[in-house]
DNA sequence: TATGAATGAGCATTCATTCAT
DNA sequence: TATGAATGAATGCTCATTCAT
């Protein structure tokens, strides 16, 4: 990568921080274009060049929030800890990269998760997925993990929890029940029945 | 109620008919007041002088909304199938008034209620909550509900799900594991260690 | 005028009162026929049946407000004071009818007036001028004024002044140099060059 | 200033001079940004761009017409006439940029004048109140003003009647009473007494 | 006669996008 | 390449006026 190259590189960077910045913030919808053109400290024009349209933009702003945030994921399911420590970590773990996201960015990157954008799929099928899978079968050979249910149903109900408590008007009324969902998450509300 | 009254009762139930499906359908945001005009054969002006803001007319809507809900959920928490079988209705349950919720809908809901809007507020508090306690209690005597677990948590588990459940790209693709997500909320990833 | 054409005439009356004191105190342009109606207690289309249009409307409640006006001129005119203590007084006499006067309001008077609209026009013609006239001729008589000016000129003159003390913004800062303007107007910037 | 900011410059003034004209015309409330837009051959959002609000807008053309007025009265009171010639100027002179202004801006001006909006106080006392005192003053000292009536009085007195001239409907009516108009503001309705 | 309901036309403002340099 | 300037289209909202009872 030349200097040309680099410095193109690196304001695309700028621009996309920018934009997740406000995203985050503010949601999607209510970002306009000249926004983060003001925050990025380039003209309008100058992202219409890189990015071609607000939506485009949009695109490569979850792309990059995405290899972000897997960035954290990754470390924390390769580090030391228990399965259940793991999953605890997965769930409530407010450092990663998704903290306090505003919700209506949340769901434009669910979309383009289920719209089969090439590269956020992939980006499952081939690093999220199998990663999580492996970490199940760790925890079903600890016997932490029911044998019979699908790592599909696991990972959905992972998935969920963790989206829920992205939500800004969820996450400081639920954090006093962290405890009770940890249990619901690996006994269900029938309990642990074998103590 | 004369029958200046009930004309005027029914035009606003035919408004806010109108505004619930294109919410629902493309999201508050996206629809404009016009097109809820277009939609419901009024004028611009008659959803103004009925409701006076757009805000507002979301308010209300959200209020017609949950109170048809309400009505469905009733229905079932009243009717005489086990404990287990009705927590799995609520859940997937599709024919309720929510289904296929757009999410910006969803949220606005959600805004709504966490934002102690009086009605919604008052709403979960003296109905929705009542009731699903109620409901957990005869699960607990049944023997199908940890003594030990909140209400709390179980009812935010239970929402959780059934939210997630709402959205337009989640439903179809979570289907095949209604088993599993049944038996996860049930007994959990540890699965039903007593068998 | 029998009780039909009594009560029509006071709720006539009632509205001309409504929209008199939103002109005053808004001016014509920022009060809305539904404020009238609201503040009159009547509906909007009675407003139309009484008063075909808000421009004929507005041109009736100049009149009502010219009448009422004259009332407290034609009092003080009648009366018993001092030719130059008449002047002051109506010059600076805050107590009437067009006190506070909302400046819209007051074009909207004088836009009538100059248009010939036949009602102020008369008015004028044969109720105000002939007072005035009378008054300066007295004034004459007596050595106030200068039997070279044309009472034209001495009306304009005090109209003008009279006009400008109504507006909101000058009143309270030209209070003070009362005392001033009576001279200026009485004996010019070149001063009482007798004395 | 390049070539840019000069572009800039000339299409700002060419925004003001559309307003000013319609506003003058047809005073402010009735003149929509559209026909600002349409008169100055720009689009309504460039009028945005550079005025963020119709309010601002309308600030900004009362600086403007406030400077062009300033500009010729400067030009008279250091004029070469007489006092008595440059006070009858002043008030008769119709050259000037205020010409046959409609009421209704006149009152946006004054409002902006009483508000404290900075610009135009700080122009009246920096620019206008010196010049005026210094030709009172000069008039004093030949014996054309009474040395008993205050600075303040005599402007206000000579605004008042300037102002009153201004309007559409009043000019042309007064216009053959100049010369007793003129004779009321130096020697009042008492006349001059010396002769 | 009186009125609640309804409306077409208009307004200020915002935004994603393109033009011209 | 980068940008200041410009814009068409749309939006929420208001108002004087008319309809229908």
Redesign the interface.
């Known amino acids: 990568m030349d200097g040309f190259q680099r410095r193109k590189a690196l304001k695309k960077t700028k621009i996309l921080k920018a934009a997740l910045d406000l995203f985050k913030a503010h949601g999607v ?1 209510k970002v306009s274009v000249a926004e983060i053109a003001n925050k990025a400290n380039v003209s309008q024009v100058t992202i219409y060049n890189y990015f071609e349209s607000k939506d485009k933009l949009m695109e490569e702003t979850i792309i990059y929030y995405v290899d972000q945030a897997w960035l954290e994921a990754e470390e924390l399911l390769s580090s030391d800890v228990s399965f259940p420590e793991k ?1 605890k970590l997965l769930i409530f773990n407010k450092k990663e990269a998704a903290s306090n996201i505003h ?2 960015f949340y ?1 434009y990157f ?2 383009e ?2 719209n089969g954008s090439s590269y956020i799929e992939e980006f499952y099928e081939k690093k999220a997925i199998p990663k999580m899978v492996e970490l199940f079968n760790e ?1 079903r050979k600890k016997g ?7 790592n ?3 990972m ?2 992972i998935y ?2 963790k ?2 408590m992205q ?1 800004e ?1 969820v996450y400081d ?2 954090l006093p ?1 962290t405890e ?2 940890t ?12 103590k």
Chains 1, 2, 3, 4 share one sequence.
Do not use: C, H, N, T
């Open positions: 919808q999953i919700e209506d769901l669910m979309k998760y289920s925890g932490f993990v029911d044998p019979e249910i699908s599909e149903a696991i959905f109900y969920m929890i989206e829920y939500r008007d009324k639920i029940y009770d969902i249990k619901l998450l690996f006994y269900g509300i029938a309990g642990d029945r074998k």
